[in-house]
């Protein structure tokens, strides 16, 4: 206990800084900020009450999350870390574009750091934004060792604000992480208390008719799944946080009528994607993935596993909103308040209803009228369709040469999509046609222009898979223990396109390398290090392949990167 006291009161003083702009403070409710650039993490156990009860997590200098890193763009970072643990751990710097041997995951960069070990990152700094860091063993990441990073950049940001705040989301459950992986192994389905019921079947009867109720779900039971699979791992077990705070005991974030505040959302959960929204504001976003982005001004957005958003919005009342963060399937929310005052809390709206899964979800074509399609929208529908199709016709007209790549079929795979579509302007299940402007990727462009990029050499196609009944994930329906690195070449640009032959959002992770998204504009591609690709969907990027080394590339979803990854290795 001694130890952890005294680590715990590290604060590394910031050493003198440049002519950088004064940044303003940053705040949270639950762990402290560190800045400059020497930093001492000390990785152990913890106790914790996130639930109510007792129970240990993972840890860095006592803290979960993690303490926020403050580095500046442009200098040299050294950041050691000592293991604690009776195992081996390791710190990935997620999106940082560093050397292959700084990245942190063990097997690939380094051989991890052993228990009782120190081991020293040591990288220049080469971009700025909103980032985080999270372990790359075992199911670490679960258990609590994440934590925000923040890069100050060298100019000035090109949007102007008065305070920001971190809103780091997260997903807690009491359970061991390999106590939820054994139940999903035996059976997907565990956390999800939504499946069909006779009931719910009698009432869609109803509804639809007994025949096309009929076949749906005669249709869906043949394909041995559930239009109700939308999280693997839900509320039954998770405790959604924001900072490290239940929806109890509240993040708060401070506002003086007037202020202009930037929130710096990160979602650093394991399995949870939360559709996140501020009732009554209107959110600016202005950078994804660290990467500035045109202003788009939206109520609501999506925020897959691993992804980063800033926004910036202007409370004017003297009241308290709600930053509302949804779970994707509506079996809980994280909550925090952004309030002009610390008395003054506030309440949470009314969750949406749980989403349905549709046809197009599945692969099979165009958005259909089923799940949460209105059918009333359908004119206004098919004049957005025909705008949509001319700018994904270009899209599904790039062709570059295609790399064929080893795919396995049969037991490993228990879906395909038979129709995979570009689905950029798609806001995603059970946020379509709700009422509120949702942010979709064809939102996202590239604040600065992208016009003179390289045009692909090449195009890798990789379909994501999966086989529901063995809990087992794949890339082209090849598990990662069985598959073989894909080689990128440096100094090549590669398109790489996804199909999701899954009913899940799959967020995809490259390491090292940025993913320049074809977003419907190629003079703005926008630049991201996690792509969402939607259940039954299609999507391409564009990477510069300027780093060498091994690298790893794959889902973010927790339980899903076992077997959905691949090395990458660049010579
Ligand atoms: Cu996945």
């Known amino acids: 206990m001694l130890r952890r006291t005294f680590v715990k009161g590290i604060i590394i003083t910031p050493f003198a800084t440049f002519a950088t702009p004064k ?46 890193l403050v580095w500046n763009e442009g200098e040299t970072v050294t950041i050691q870390v000592t293991n604690h643990l009776k195992t081996f751990t390791s710190i990935h710097w997620h999106g940082i574009i560093l050397p292959s041997t700084m990245d942190g995951v063990p097997g690939l960069s380094f051989d991890g750091i052993a228990p009782g070990e120190t081991f020293t990152y040591r990288f220049k700094v080469q971009q700025h934004g909103t980032y985080w860091y999270h372990s790359h063993s075992e199911f670490q990441e679960q258990t609590g060792l994440y934590g925000a990073i923040i890069i100050r950049a060298k100019k000035k940001d090109p949007f102007e604000y008065d305070k920001e705040y971190i809103v780091l989301l997260s997903d807690w459950s009491d359970e061991k992480p390999t106590q939820i992986y054994e139940k999903l192994k035996k059976m997907s389905s565990y956390y999800n208390y939504s499946q069909r019921t006779v009931g719910t079947f009698l009432s869609e009867a109803k509804e639809k008719g007994l025949s096309t109720a009929f076949s749906d779900r005669k249709m869906w039971n043949e394909m041995r799944m559930s239009d109700r699979d939308i999280s693997d791992v839900s509320g039954a077990t998770y405790t959604y946080l924001m900072n490290g705070k239940n929806a109890t005991t509240q993040f708060k974030a401070l506002f003086q009528k007037g202020e202009k505040i930037r929130l710096r959302f990160i979602n650093a959960a394991a399995m949870t994607f939360f559709d996140v929204r501020i009732p009554e504001l209107i959110m600016t976003v202005v950078a994804a993935d660290g990467n500035h982005v045109k202003p788009i001004e939206i109520e609501e957005f999506r925020i897959g596993v691993a992804e980063t958003y800033d926004v910036i919005v202007e409370p004017k009342k003297h009241q308290a909103y709600a930053i509302f963060a949804q779970s994707i399937d509506r079996s809980g929310y994280a909550l925090g308040s952004l309030t002009p005052d610390l008395a003054l809390l506030a309440s949470p709206p009314a969750m949406d209803p749980m989403p349905i899964l549709t046809h197009t979800d599945m692969g099979m074509g165009e958005l259909d009228h089923g799940g949460d399609m209105k059918c009333d929208s359908s004119m206004m529908m098919s004049s957005k369709m025909s705008m949509k199709q001319n700018k994904y016709a270009q899209m599904e007209a790039q062709h570059y040469p295609i790399t064929q790549l080893p795919m396995a079929d049969g037991v490993q795979i228990d879906m395909r999509a038979t129709s995979p579509q570009y689905r950029l302007d798609d806001p995603g299940v059970g946020l379509r046609n709700h009422g509120r402007k949702v942010l979709s990727y064809s939102d996202l462009q590239n604040r600065y222009s992208t016009r003179h990029a390289k045009k692909p050499d090449r195009e890798i196609i990789l379909h994501l898979t999966g086989n529901m009944e063995r809990y087992i994930w794949s890339i082209n329906g090849i598990k990662y223990a069985d598959a073989t690195p894909l080689i990128f070449r440096y100094g090549e640009r590669i398109r790489i396109t996804f199909i999701n032959d899954t009913m899940m959002n799959h967020p995809m992770h490259l390491h090292g390398m940025w993913s320049d998204v074809e977003t419907g504009d190629d003079a703005h591609l926008v630049r991201k290090h996690t792509v969402i690709v939607q259940p039954g969907a299609k999507i391409s990027y564009r990477v510069t392949v300027d780093a060498k080394g091994k690298w790893a590339f794959h889902c973010h979803m927790l339980y899903h990167m076992l077997g959905m990854f691949r090395e990458v290795h660049v010579v």
């Open 23 to 68: 940044p303003t403070p940053i705040r949270l409710s639950s762990s402290p900020v560190l800045e400059g650039n020497v930093f001492h993490l000390h990785i152990d156990y913890a106790p914790i009450r996130f639930t109510g009860k007792m129970a240990i997590a993972t840890a860095v200098n006592g803290q979960v999350p993690a303490p926020t």
